[in-house]
């Protein structure tokens, strides 16, 4: 007994000096000069490219802190936009949204329903957005061929005030926060054992597209894992007599966690792996699974409501009224409105967090607590610590 134990004890020590030292050597360096921020995603941290391309994103969407429809899927500020004020750069534009845009300080290329891998679907039948992380990254690349043209052909008539300068690029926070979606079209159109033995294929996708930034001149990446996703309540209120153990104490679908989990295992090893294949660049993982599933299974002890209602829209048995649509529920015609306190909740719709959770899971992160390496936001630039 004695001889098992120790070595676990040792192992745990080493795990806490390092995680010490990491940390102490960030208090001595100081913060990361950001320039811009570049987003790579989904409807998480889309602040307006999927209302820009299709239908834009109606009332109460934007309601707590916006007050008006802002182009994201949540009641205000998305964890995104906490990242943008915990660095010091003014919330970040969706480059689809061309209309008085302020790209001096980066650009968003998120829109809701992106995939890592491109679907054989469309936005109308599956609501998956053709824009798809290798596509975003063509869009950069776009992006900054035309930015550097416009600086450097001296045109006089070319607007340079809005656009990031060229060499800004490579100082700029590259965030991507992607791969829900990929597990969602996989629960709808594969069997378990097709959907895990797609993940390979879907990590190799995601690391080209971080690749092909890199040789773009990205040299500072901070990369999200996936969420809880068998927690959202547009999948658990559809459950019907589950067998035993299909749900986990809390009311989650055990094996699309599970499923999530498999993803975020694969993804954290590939990110490692691409530290030692992109010599100069810094790549944070973020373990953002565990900050959301911590706030769903303690709900109630930081403040919020049970973890599964919605505050924008009725999904129940037999009830499907989602945020801002109209529906039938008991033979009435019914809005899907908010709820009076959208603070106590932590599920907006039945897929995306209220504001009030985007900003707890925002704080649980942004300090480097649940990175890899341990570094904050603040920090993210520096590749040896």
């Not at 409807?43 to 009332?59: K, M, Q, R």
């Not at 998305?78 to 008085?100: K, Q, W």
């Not at 416009?150 to 809005?162: C, E, R, T």
């Not at 008991?330 to 959770?357: F, R």
């Amino acid at each position: 007994m004695e001889s098992s134990v120790k070595p676990a004890v040792i192992g745990i020590l080493a795990l806490f000096i390092c995680v010490h030292l990491a940390m102490a050597d960030v208090g001595i360096l100081p913060r990361c000069s950001w320039a811009g921020l570049y987003n790579f995603g989904d409807s998480n941290s889309d602040t307006g490219g999927i209302s820009a391309a299709f239908t834009p994103v109606s009332s109460p969407y934007g309601m707590t802190f916006f007050k008006k429809p802002a182009g994201r899927l949540s009641d205000g500020r998305l964890v995104l936009d906490f990242l943008a004020e915990y660095i010091g750069l003014p919330y970040v534009s969706a480059y689809l949204d061309t209309i008085n845009t302020d790209y001096r300080h980066g650009a968003n290329f998120a829109t809701g329903g992106s995939t890592i891998r491109r679907q054989n679907e469309t936005i109308f039948k599956g609501g998956i957005s053709p824009f798809s992380l290798d596509i975003q990254t063509v869009q950069f690349t776009q992006f900054k061929a035309r930015i550097i043209d416009l600086w450097s052909s001296g045109h006089p008539a070319a607007d340079k005030s809005q656009l990031q300068r060229p060499g800004d690029f490579s100082k700029a926070l590259f965030t991507i926060d992607i791969g829900q979606n990929d597990l969602s079209v996989g629960f709808r159109t594969l069997s378990k054992q097709q959907l895990r033995a797609a993940i390979p294929d879907i990590i190799n996708e995601f690391a080209t597209s971080l690749q092909h930034l890199y040789e773009q001149g990205a040299r500072s990446f901070w990369v999200h894992n996936t969420g809880p996703v068998g927690c959202l309540p547009v999948s658990t209120s559809n459950v019907r007599n589950p067998e035993p153990g299909y749900l986990d104490r809390y009311g989650c679908i055990r094996y699309q966690n599970d499923m999530a989990m498999e993803f975020n295992r694969q993804l954290k090893a590939r990110v490692i792996k691409l530290r030692s294949e992109l010599t100069e660049a810094a790549i944070t993982y973020v373990d953002i699974y565990t900050a959301k599933y911590k706030l769903i299974s303690s709900t109630k002890e930081y403040g919020f409501y049970e973890p599964l209602k919605v505050c924008c829209g009725h999904l129940e048995k037999n009830v499907r009224i989602f945020c801002g649509t109209t529906g039938i529920m008991n033979g009435t015609t019914v809005h899907g409105d908010a709820c009076a306190n959208p603070p106590v909740y932590v599920i907006w719709d039945g897929v995306h967090m209220t504001e009030a959770a985007n900003r707890w899971v925002a704080n649980q992160i942004l300090n480097g607590s649940l990175s890899d390496p341990p570094i904050p936001a603040t920090h993210a630039c520096y590749k040896h610590l």
